[in-house]
């Protein structure tokens, strides 16, 4: 049998060709149990991608402002951007606004901290701590919308150009994310990496579609069953469609719709951009009538 499930990377690419991921363990999870119960070196995992747009490719011309906003495991991805950010535009900075439990459950807290050390004045990094120890000298809550723009407001006299990554729970991303759009920040500059399947909006279709597919320079026409996305019914008929994480969170399996009409579960990876310009995610869209799809 096999399962399939989708992890950041959290190592830079100067370690290349190997990879490093982290999985924390979810009681009763299948894979994570498994990775860390049986999983020993030697074994072969097969790897898909890497997929997704939570990404940034260093410039070394550029002069730049990132400000990271994470909380618990969402910390996963910043710790392949980050370090590559720093190392490779020298005149870039980092702030990292960082939420978790207490001091124990602060992940990479070591590395993290090396990373400040070797790049003062240029990375900064915010602990907030909900349930810290009494010896605690940080900020004590959640990563918060009125933090966040207390930050901002102490860098607005920089020259830097400011982009906003944002992984970690839903509810934080969601609050934050509406914090900075009231700010005026475009939602070009808004990043959201999601680790959740995206919730049931609506009843599924009671009734098969057709769907055209166009994939790679062939058409293929298939039913859509009741209840199946494009992806399940697209891949069933044996069409090459890209896909990765297959819950809507890294737009791997993106087409655009020329014709007819989906629904879709939220909150998902597309951005406003992406769904002006016609695009779905095949993992979760379900056909409402009859649908033409690209596969570019």
Same mark, same amino acid.
Request: aromatic share 4%; glycine share 6%.
């Given at each position: 049998m096999v399962h399939r499930r989708a992890y950041s990377i959290c190592s830079t690419p100067d370690v290349l060709p190997a990879l490093r991921i982290a999985v924390r363990r979810v009681e009763g999870g299948t894979v994570s149990t498994y990775l860390h119960d049986?999983?020993?070196?030697g074994d072969m995992?097969?790897? &898909?991608?890497p997929s997704g747009a939570f990404t940034e490719t260093p410039d070394p011309k550029q002069r730049r402002r990132f400000l990271m906003l994470a909380a618990g495991a969402g910390i996963t991805p910043m710790m392949s951007i980050i370090p590559a950010l720093l190392r490779g535009e020298p005149d870039t900075e980092v702030d990292l606004v960082y939420g978790n439990r207490s001091e124990e459950s602060i992940l990479f807290r070591e590395p993290? !901290?090396? *990373?400040?050390? #070797? &790049? =003062?004045?240029r990375f900064r990094v915010h602990h907030v701590l909900s349930r810290p120890s009494d010896g605690w000298r940080g900020k004590r809550g959640r990563v918060d919308p009125a933090f966040v723009s207390s930050l901002i407001d102490a860098a607005q006299e920089g020259e830097a150009h400011t982009d906003y990554m944002l992984?970690? =729970? !839903?509810?934080?991303m969601q609050a934050l994310t509406e914090m900075l759009e009231g700010r005026g920040v475009p939602t070009s500059r808004i990043r959201r990496e999601?680790?959740?399947t995206p919730r049931q909006t609506s009843p599924r279709p009671d009734a098969p579609q057709r769907g055209v597919y166009h994939v790679r320079g062939t058409s293929w026409e298939v039913v859509i069953p009741a209840g199946k996305t494009l992806l399940q019914a697209g891949v069933a008929a044996g069409l090459p469609l890209r896909s990765s994480c297959a819950m809507g969170g890294c737009a791997a399996c993106k087409v655009k719709l020329h014709r007819g009409a989906v629904h879709m579960d939220e909150p998902n990876a597309l951005t406003a951009r992406e769904r002006e310009d016609g695009y779905v *995610?095949?993992?979760? #869209?379900? #056909?409402?009538? =009859? $649908?033409?799809? $690209?596969?570019e």
């Open positions: 049986r999983a020993k070196p995992i097969e790897a &898909h991608g993290i !901290e090396q *990373l400040a050390a #070797a &790049h =003062p004045g992984c970690g =729970p !839903e509810a934080m999601r680790f959740v *995610l095949a993992c979760i #869209a379900y #056909a409402t009538e =009859p $649908v033409e799809v $690209v596969s």
